[in-house]
């Protein structure tokens, strides 16, 4: 039964159609004062997990807005309380003991870092839950405080070493995420070490320096002579950021194993590269078309237009020149709506469908006839969601 | 949608799928056919070596918000587990016309249970906004020291004269001319023997439009430059300032401004905006409109009254405050809302008025008041009531 090819993975989703169902829930989102946002997430990540097909069978994704919303409201109590009563208390402390509220605003976030991991993790587990491959589903174990434990430790060894622990850090997170994921009844496995991801690393890290040796550099001396350094630097950094990113990707997929399956992921920085400008600026593109369009149609319906040119003066006296006080707020209103709107569905579009395009297309597995032995587990009852995540406003693409 | 009606006539249909069965990731090959036998037709799928399954068509699922058009997975109501992917176009067609419930959304277990843990979550965050925070900020209030209660004022003061001016780097300006601020002395030290403030009293006028004057923590008032364009006699800014002195000495900015600074927080969190700008914006918005309490404002009134009749000045002046603040109309905030929303108080301190015998000299001198109205134009003693004569064009 060795004999068993490869599985590559093909990728189904289309533009058009995210368009349109990333547009219509967005806009009820807003309708419903933001309630509908469990439904869209969950709408969004059926369309792209459906659009995910290892070995041409598709993912399938199987949370519900309902747990979700009940998750986010759970998590919710916690974070009142814990806004409300203590960052009362750090306030009241703050103010009585130092007359200011620098340290309270300070503690206050410094308490709310564990918590940002544990909603990582816990997002983590919910969303491995609720996937399904070729029927049986994935899952990760229990573990989030030890998760946000682990990450604190590696964060402040990241900034006392000024960077230089940064590919250890993503190992060891990473390794610790993989080992306590499964799929059906088997557990997946983190090999090779911390040491492989250091090459990739030099790339960002290297230009980083001469950045930050030039900034030092500008306010030591006062001369701007350094900043023609930056002029490479900068760029070069940024391409290596997500060089790093990618070959992290890459080979930490190779040295993941799950009961003989193993993967080969082959994505390419440059393409990634290319996604992230391009896709970027296409959006920005078609936003700022879209809005001057909107500028105009709007001067030209009001009959008030002569001049298209966009200053917010114009604007101002546009929405005082006879519309009702309701109209002009609703206007307002509308465009400021329209415009988030607007941003989040073109991302969509341009830049998080052909990224998961890209890393799914050039992701193979290996080892097929391992998958032979696995067999389906119990469902992870796991009512509270992501709602921590959700509450806290991180990790919220998709 | 092509309906395509399959009569007995008609050929029988079949055509392969993927199945899964959901214990194993094999995927099976079988073969599907719909048997219309019996009083439900059913699909029926030929799993190789193992007996047949039914699945009733009315009880076939169509997973939703699919991204692949070239397939279609199919679930059985009732059964969370097994999956059946058909990909033949004709197959596709024929089960889309036949399963009647195809696109209907499957039942979600357990929604009882979600909607009660929904309503305890509201309830128990209505409980933390509504009664834990103004419980403990109530108490924290009266155990801040004078020093940080004099921080906490200044802060939210340069938070107020930021959030109101139209240009962020500029906060709003605060008057400064002399001989009017020696005017606004004069009329607080008439008003202030025989309070026992909490603390040293701080009076302001901030060079802004806004009919309205609030207290801060740490026994700041700020007076706005529109209420005193808009007063017709220095008693009547007087009668306000009374007002305010009465929540200074009743330390409610303090408590008002830690409350804000409990829910606000909470209430981004809600709607999305964790610790974001908004916040701080409402937070001051808050302070601004200062909306205390029905019972606060009522014993700021007596306060007040009390305050007019000891220095000789008369009460009434609050009454026909208020009558100008419902001349000025429109936006309702904080002091006018409280004013016009009770004119049964107005009418109270009327009858005061009416009863109390003035005594004292008015309480400042034409030429006072005059500076008091140009307290932020310096040097611009000549034009008395400016800006009045511009507000009423």
């Given amino acids: 039964m060795s004999a068993l090819a490869d599985l590559s993975t093909s990728f189904v989703g289309r533009r058009g159609r995210l368009f349109w169902l990333a547009l219509k829930t967005s806009v009820l989102t807003v309708l419903t004062l933001g309630f509908y946002r469990f439904w869209m997430k969950t709408r969004l990540r059926r369309f792209y997990w459906s659009s995910i097909r290892p070995g041409g069978q598709p993912l399938e994704y199987l949370g519900e807005p309902l747990e979700k919303l009940l998750g986010f409201l759970i998590a919710v109590v916690f974070l009142a309380f814990y806004i409300g009563v203590v960052n009362l208390i750090l306030m009241f402390l703050s103010?009585?003991?130092?007359?200011?509220?620098?340290?309270?605003?300070v503690l206050s976030f410094v308490g709310v870092i564990p918590i940002l991991f544990y909603a990582q993790y816990r997002a983590r587990r919910y969303i491995l839950a609720r996937t399904r491959w070729r029927g049986i589903r994935f899952g990760l174990e229990p573990g989030a405080w030890g998760y946000a434990g682990r990450a604190l430790w590696h964060w402040i060894i990241t900034l006392a070493s000024l960077g230089v622990f940064w590919p250890r850090m993503t190992y060891r997170l990473e390794k610790f995420r993989t080992d306590r994921t499964t799929y059906g009844t088997v557990t997946?496995?983190?090999?090779?070490?911390?040491?492989?991801?250091?090459?990739?690393?030099?790339?960002?890290?290297?230009?980083?320096?001469?950045?930050?040796?030039?900034?030092?550099?500008?306010?030591?001396?006062?001369?701007?002579?350094?900043l023609i350094a930056m002029m490479?630097?900068?760029?070069?950094?940024?391409?290596?950021?997500?060089?790093?990113?990618?070959?992290?990707?890459?080979?930490?997929?190779?040295?993941?194993?799950?009961?003989?399956?193993?993967?080969?992921?082959?994505?390419?920085?440059?393409?990634?590269?290319?996604?992230?400008?391009?896709?970027?600026?296409?959006?920005?593109?078609?936003?700022?078309?879209?809005?001057?369009?909107?500028?105009?149609?709007?001067?030209?319906?009001?009959?008030?237009?002569?001049?298209?040119?966009?200053?917010?003066?114009?604007?101002?006296?546009?929405?005082?020149?006879?519309?009702?006080?309701?109209?002009a707020t609703a206007i307002g209103v509308a465009f400021y709506f329209s415009f988030f709107i607007g941003w989040g569905v073109l991302r969509q579009v341009f830049v998080t469908l052909p990224l998961m395009k890209h890393y799914a297309e050039t992701l193979s597995i290996t080892g097929v006839s391992g998958l032979l032995a696995v067999r389906q587990t119990e469902r992870d009852r796991f009512a509270e969601a992501e709602g921590f995540a959700e509450a806290l406003d991180i990790g919220a693409a998709i | 949608?092509?309906?395509?009606?399959?009569?007995?006539?008609?050929?029988?249909?079949?055509?392969?799928?993927?199945?899964?069965?959901?214990?194993?990731?094999?995927?099976?090959?079988?073969?599907?056919?719909?048997?219309?036998?019996?009083?439900?037709?059913?699909?029926?799928?030929?799993?190789?070596g193992k007996p047949a399954r039914r699945w009733p068509l009315a009880e076939l699922r169509a997973l939703r918000d699919q991204a692949g058009k070239d397939m279609l997975v199919l679930a059985r109501q009732g059964n969370p587990l097994a999956r059946l992917m058909v990909s033949d176009d004709e197959a596709m067609r024929i089960l889309s016309a036949r399963a009647p419930r195809l696109r209907h959304a499957p039942h979600a277990p357990g929604r009882g249970r979600l909607l009660a843990w929904a309503?305890?979550?509201?309830?128990?965050?209505?409980?933390?906004?509504?009664?834990?925070?103004?419980?403990?900020?109530?108490?924290?209030?009266?155990?801040?020291?004078?020093?940080?209660?004099?921080?906490?004022?200044?802060?939210?003061?340069?938070?107020?004269?930021?959030?109101?001016?139209?240009?962020?780097?500029?906060?709003v300006a605060i008057c400064e001319a002399p001989e009017g601020l020696a005017a606004l002395a004069k009329m607080t030290d008439r008003l202030i023997p025989g309070t026992t403030l909490p603390s040293e009293l701080n009076v302001h006028i901030l060079d802004h439009d806004l009919i309205n004057a609030?207290?801060?923590?740490?026994?700041?008032?700020?007076?706005?430059?529109?209420?005193?364009?808009?007063?017709?006699?220095?008693?009547?800014?007087?009668?306000?300032?009374?007002?305010?002195?009465?929540?200074?000495?009743?330390?409610?900015?303090a408590r008002i401004a830690l409350r804000t600074a409990g829910s606000?927080?909470?209430?981004?969190?809600?709607?999305?905006?964790?610790?974001?700008?908004?916040?701080?914006?409402?937070?001051?918005?808050?302070?601004?409109?200062?909306?205390?309490?029905?019972?606060?404002?009522?014993?700021?009134?007596?306060?007040?009254?009390?305050?007019?009749?000891?220095?000789?000045?008369?009460?009434?002046a609050l009454a026909s405050m208020f009558e100008r603040f419902r001349e000025a109309g429109g936006e309702a905030e904080g002091l006018i809302a409280h004013f016009s929303s009770h004119p049964a108080l107005g009418d109270r301190i009327a009858r005061a008025g009416e009863l109390t015998q003035v005594s004292g000299a008015p309480v400042l001198s034409v030429r006072e008041w005059r500076a008091?109205?140009?307290?932020?134009?310096p040097g611009d003693l000549t034009s008395g009531g400016r800006q009045r004569e511009s507000r009423k064009k």
């Fill in chain 1, 95 to 105: 103010f009585a003991l130092l007359q200011g509220n620098v340290a309270a605003y």
């Fill in chain 1, 188 to 226: 997946l496995t983190q090999g090779g070490g911390w040491g492989m991801l250091y090459p990739a690393y030099l790339l960002f890290y290297i230009p980083a320096l001469v950045t930050a040796g030039s900034v030092a550099f500008v306010i030591w001396f006062d001369d701007e002579i350094a």
């Fill in chain 1, 232 to 327: 490479i630097s900068v760029p070069v950094a940024l391409f290596g950021w997500v060089f790093y990113q990618v070959a992290a990707f890459r080979l930490m997929a190779a040295t993941k194993s799950a009961g003989g399956v193993g993967f080969i992921a082959a994505p390419r920085s440059w393409r990634v590269f290319w996604i992230y400008g391009f896709g970027y600026f296409l959006a920005g593109l078609v936003m700022f078309s879209v809005l001057i369009a909107a500028l105009i149609l709007l001067g030209a319906v009001l009959g008030v237009s002569g001049s298209f040119s966009i200053d917010l003066d114009n604007i101002d006296s546009l929405m005082n020149a006879g519309l009702p006080f309701w109209a």
């Fill in chain 2, 1 to 48: 949608m092509t309906t395509i009606h399959v009569t007995d006539g008609a050929p029988q249909f079949s055509a392969y799928a993927d199945f899964l069965d959901g214990e194993s990731p094999v995927v099976h090959r079988v073969g599907i056919n719909i048997d219309e036998g019996g009083p439900d037709p059913a699909l029926v799928l030929a799993l190789p």
């Fill in chain 2, 119 to 171: 309503a305890g979550a509201i309830a128990s965050v209505a409980l933390i906004i509504l009664v834990l925070v103004p419980l403990m900020a109530d108490q924290l209030a009266e155990l801040l020291p004078a020093d940080g209660e004099r921080a906490l004022g200044d802060t939210t003061f340069e938070q107020i004269r930021t959030v109101l001016s139209e240009n962020p780097l500029a906060p």
């Fill in chain 2, 214 to 253: 609030f207290a801060l923590p740490g026994g700041q008032v700020i007076l706005f430059r529109g209420l005193i364009d808009a007063a017709e006699s220095p008693e009547e800014v007087a009668a306000v300032l009374a007002h305010e002195i009465g929540h200074v000495v009743a330390r409610d900015p």
């Fill in chain 2, 264 to 316: 606000v927080g909470v209430l981004g969190l809600l709607f999305g905006d964790f610790a974001g700008g908004a916040a701080v914006l409402f937070m001051t918005e808050r302070l601004i409109q200062a909306s205390y309490s029905r019972e606060a404002e009522n014993n700021a009134d007596i306060f007040a009254l009390d305050l007019l009749d000891q220095a000789g000045l008369p009460p009434a």
């Fill in chain 2, 372 to 377: 008091l109205q140009n307290a932020c134009s």
